[in-house]
């Protein structure tokens, strides 16, 4: 089954008097347990198409199906719904909240969707356990490298059990060590079956998949699998 399906997506933005395609025509699917680059450079469409699979702004043309759901059509507060519990969300500049713990920080989707505190807690901790930073669980953000911090975003993406996991270039802020690790974290979360979209400009980075789909001028270009164990990936 493929967890993310789209078909014939399409996106134009207005600047001025003229429509910008964004995205055209796009089709692709990403079955359950896959891990997939999307690769492109700037200009490509890949951010486009990175907020729509995110849930954060709506198809304008196409359809885009989740876990079999059609959410194309789906109004804001329902977006909101299928984001919160269903995507896990990776980000470049980590977005942590700099007042807050690791592990609150680790919390906080559980928080929104109201999960008691103590059953919060607990999913966070071992969250923070699997990414190799529960001895780290009560410092801050600036206690912590950019590495580990990263691994704090990982743990967030992943403490609610979502459908996919989707990385916005996970590794862009980090030197070449730390975002070997952070890689090999997510082939890790990929052996134990998760579902994983990186989204790059880098195709060092995309090596580290084992699917890369490539975007230019909207349009898929190329959709390259494979075989054998990705190589390590440098610095994205």
């Known amino acids: 089954m493929d967890v993310i399906s789209v078909e014939g997506l399409s996106h134009t933005y207005l600047s001025g008097s003229l429509r910008v395609a964004a995205l055209e025509g796009v089709d692709f699917g990403i079955p359950e347990g896959q891990m997939a680059a999307i690769v492109g450079p700037s200009g490509s469409g890949k951010s486009t198409l990175l907020h729509i699979l995110g849930c954060l702004m709506q198809v304008e043309r196409g359809t885009y199906r989740l876990s079999g759901e059609d959410v194309t059509k789906l109004p804001g507060d329902e977006l909101a719904r299928v984001r919160g519990t269903r995507i896990g969300f990776v980000f470049q ?15 906080l989707p559980l928080a929104y969707l109201g999960t008691p505190r103590r059953q919060r807690r607990q999913r966070a901790m071992q969250a923070l356990e699997a990414v190799g930073l529960g001895e780290r669980a009560r410092h801050r953000p600036f206690e912590l490298s950019g590495g580990q911090q990263q691994r704090v975003g990982v743990a967030r993406a992943v403490v609610t059990e979502p459908s996919v996991i989707l990385a916005d270039e996970p590794t862009g802020n980090l030197d070449t060590a730390s975002g070997q690790a952070v890689m090999e974290l997510f082939r890790d979360l990929h052996r134990q079956g998760r579902t994983i979209v990186v989204v790059t400009h880098a195709p060092e980075v995309a090596a580290g998949c084992e699917r890369t789909i490539h975007i230019r001028d909207g349009r898929v270009v190329k959709d390259a699998r494979r075989e054998g164990r990705p190589r390590d990936v440098a610095r994205g």
């Open 93 to 107: 500049a980590y977005n942590l909240v700099p007042q807050l713990t690791a592990l609150e920080n680790v919390e």
